[in-house]
């Protein structure tokens, strides 16, 4: 197998994919990886990825989760630890490169929301890739944090101002450049059936529209839009049917789009929903 000489490390060339990988999406468990075609075959993977964590100097941490009671042993979610995301910007050559500054800030509690998160990354950006003229420009989630400069410390890059004492925190907000102009989105990934708590969400959403947010953070003179991704398909007809019924949303529903994880994982682009049932495409 080639290697690739750095300093007294070698690199094989499926490790220098998870490393690549890894710097994009920021978290990925075994199984996102094997879906990501970086190897097909998950016993070797894991040898690549141990041995990536058991240098003298490693490039790749893991996080161990506990046993859940419908699903059993989660799957453990890697990252790369600093020396890797060192070794990814000088020797591969990557400019933005995402990991954890804080190794301990992922709790199971928030384990299948944020790893659905990262799985509409996924979509989105392979969908990027097999779209000619269209580019991810940015992709920013609850979980990155950002330093505001007061006492208050850290706050979501998806933080969205609604007004000077009122902010939300998309789930993530995401920049596309296509043939025609950056388009804007707001993720919402809602898990669970609990509708009364996406009504609220996204009614936040409606107000930051109603103020020229978030379009306005970046530099934007022309609305941005929301995608919502459901866990499950029956929960996405629940949540439709509840803003179709609210007149609040009538003027803005062009700015709410609806897939279920499973359609987006098919198709990224085209074939949203409108609550009223009408499909159209991403942008």
């Not at 690739?4 to 690549?20: D, G, M």
């Not at 580019?135 to 990155?144: H, I, K, Q, R, S």
């Not at 059936?193 to 022309?222: E, I």
């Not at 994880?261 to 409108?274: C, R, S, V």
Request: neutral net charge; proline residues 2%.
């Amino acid at each position: 197998m080639v290697t690739k000489r750095l300093f007294f490390q070698t690199l094989s060339p499926s490790q220098e994919k998870i490393l690549l990988a890894l710097a994009r999406y920021k978290y990925l468990t075994a199984g996102q990886l094997l879906g990501l075609g970086i190897m097909s075959d998950r016993a070797n993977l894991n040898k690549q990825i141990a041995e990536l964590r058991l240098r003298k100097d490693p490039l790749v941490g893991s996080i161990a989760f506990g046993v859940h009671p419908a699903i059993g042993k989660l799957e453990n979610v890697h990252f790369l630890k600093a020396h890797g995301a060192e070794i990814v910007k000088d020797y591969l050559r990557e400019d933005v490169v995402r990991f954890p500054k804080n190794e301990g800030q992922f709790y199971q509690k928030d384990y299948f929301h944020r790893m659905n998160t990262i799985n509409v990354q996924i979509a989105l950006h392979e969908g990027i890739s097999k779209n000619e003229g269209c580019e991810m420009l940015l992709f920013l989630t609850y979980f990155d944090k950002v330093s505001t400069g007061k006492k208050k410390g850290y706050r979501a890059e998806s933080s969205i101002q609604v007004s000077e004492n009122d902010y939300l925190i998309a789930d993530a907000l995401c920049m596309l450049q296509t043939p025609n102009r950056k388009e804007l989105y707001a993720i919402e990934m809602c898990n669970g059936d609990d509708t009364s708590r996406v009504h609220k969400s996204l009614f936040h959403h409606l107000r930051a529209l109603s103020v020229g947010q978030p379009s306005r953070m970046f530099g934007l003179d022309y609305g941005s839009r929301i995608l919502c991704i459901f866990e499950l398909e029956v929960y996405k007809q629940m949540a439709m049917k509840r803003l179709f019924e609210d007149n609040s949303f009538a003027e803005a529903k062009f700015h709410f789009l609806f897939k279920s994880l499973e359609e987006i994982g098919q198709n990224a682009f085209e074939d949203w929903w409108l609550f009223d049932g009408e499909k159209v495409g991403l942008f």
